[in-house]
């Protein structure tokens, strides 16, 4: 079945760095787009970016533009998202996600917490 495992969250300072994966099992990862949301806590889920097939990203939101950097390894059936100089409202948890034949399918999330 499709699985999507998100790692590399954590604690990290303001201006600090994390690169989160997400690897997907269940499916032909190469032929779908593939998508980062953020869930902050007492918000709602949002998006962050989309990668397509060729690794193209696209629909950065506008708080992340210039920060973020999402990328995929066809070949490792993984997705990234690179976050660079990381601010106390990125706190939240990232999902990574995807859509097969209609229904969206969704990680379990990675905390991500921005705090000095």
Request: glycine letters at 12%; a positive charge; hydrophobic letters at 35%.
């Amino acid at each position: 079945q499709v699985q999507l495992v998100e790692s590399g969250g954590g604690l990290v300072q303001p201006g600090g760095s994390l690169r989160l994966s997400c690897a997907a099992t269940g499916f032909t990862f190469s032929m779908y787009f593939m998508s980062w949301y953020r869930q902050a806590p007492g918000k709602e889920r949002v998006m962050v970016v989309g990668v397509f097939t060729t690794g193209a990203s696209a629909n950065y939101a506008d708080s992340v533009k210039g920060r973020f950097t999402a990328s995929r390894d066809n070949a490792k059936s993984t997705v990234y998202l690179q976050m660079n100089n990381l601010k106390p409202e990125d706190t939240a948890v990232y999902y990574c996600s995807t859509v097969i034949s209609g229904r969206r399918y969704w990680g379990q999330g990675t905390q991500v917490t921005v705090s000095s």
